[in-house]
């Protein structure tokens, strides 16, 4: 994995695949496995901040301030998981009583999300993904032959939220699990509720024909739409009063009807002043799209 796979802007933001010319995605990131992403998160930080176990299974500490888990990472000592969380404050290695779970998809018996459903037939799809210190976002999408299928996809984004509302030892109630996919059910996202504890506490999402009330500053397209709109996209509580708990580094939510894998350029004000300003459509949630953002070079 050697550039130009792999890139880094100037705010902090490592790179996975890219956008280039004619490309719609690079060859390199076809048939990504959570090893190669594993090996990506150590090389960019020098340190063991991620482990995997198997094909499915990826644990990971992010070296940010306020963590209280010293590193490095293993199966047992871990903040994020596929298929949990930790919501411990004291650097212990993380049992069961300190761990939420991935609520269960409504009907049937599968976790909320599993990496496998990232990864389920990487070797057919083309993976894009952004890092920092804070949170990993990772977007796989099928191909057909040399284009994108935007009917096949999955995204899964999770860290520490940005402007953040809690602090001191609640610092784990800003931990956010995000997942958008092309099967709606599939559609989720939650918190821990409370620190050392394993309760989850559901975001709002919105359902067709709905969009997010809530907006923070307009970010301008390159050319002027009526009635476009992108904002700092803001994570909820499902629960009255439906209080903001922060925005998710690295994604913006759009009014603009873009399709799912294709790339838009934001000429306004960016939320966390990087250089790279392309953003790719990674999910529809209820009526707006939600754009993560992509490394390009020469994009016309």
């Known amino acids: 994995m050697n550039l130009p796979l792999i890139n880094t802007d100037t705010f902090g933001n490592s790179y996975y695949g890219w956008r280039?010319?004619?490309l719609l995605y690079s060859p390199e990131s076809v048939g990504f496995t959570t090893a190669q992403l594993a090996t990506w998160i150590n090389n960019f930080f020098n340190q063991t901040c991620a482990v995997t176990s198997s094909s499915t299974t990826l644990k990971v500490i992010f070296p940010t301030s306020f963590e209280s888990l010293t590193f490095p990472a293993t199966s047992s000592k871990y903040r994020f998981g596929e298929e949990n969380a930790s919501t411990v404050t004291t650097n212990i290695n993380v049992t069961s009583a300190a761990r939420i779970s991935y609520p269960t998809i409504a009907n049937n018996n599968d976790s909320l999300y599993?990496?496998?459903?990232?990864f389920a037939g990487a070797s057919s799809r083309a993976f894009y993904g952004v890092l920092n210190n804070r949170s990993l976002s990772i977007f796989s999408i099928a191909r057909n032959g040399q284009d994108l299928n935007n009917n096949n996809f999955c995204f899964v984004s999770f860290g520490w939220l940005n402007n953040s509302i809690y602090s001191g030892n609640a610092f784990p109630r800003n931990a956010y699990i995000l997942i958008l996919d092309s099967d709606t059910?599939?559609?989720r996202g939650f918190r821990p509720?409370?620190?050392n504890s394993n309760v989850v506490r559901n975001f709002n999402i919105p359902q067709l024909?709905?969009?997010?009330?809530?907006?923070?500053?307009p970010v301008s397209c390159l050319s002027a739409t009526p009635g476009a709109n992108t904002t700092e996209f803001y994570l909820r509580d499902?629960?009255?009063p439906n209080k903001a708990i922060g925005y998710v580094p690295n994604l913006l939510k759009t009014s603009l009807q873009i399709p799912v894998g294709e790339v838009y350029r934001n000429t306004g004000i960016d939320p966390d002043l990087s250089n790279m300003n392309t953003w790719i459509c990674v999910g529809v949630l209820g009526s707006e799209r939600i754009l993560m953002r992509v490394w390009t070079q020469g994009l016309a």
């Open 209 to 217: 024909p709905d969009a997010d009330p809530i907006a923070n500053y």
């Open 185 to 187: 059910h599939q559609i």
């Open 114 to 118: 599993d990496s496998s459903y990232l």
């Open 238 to 240: 499902n629960d009255a």
């Open 20 to 22: 280039i010319n004619d």
């Open 193 to 195: 509720s409370a620190e």
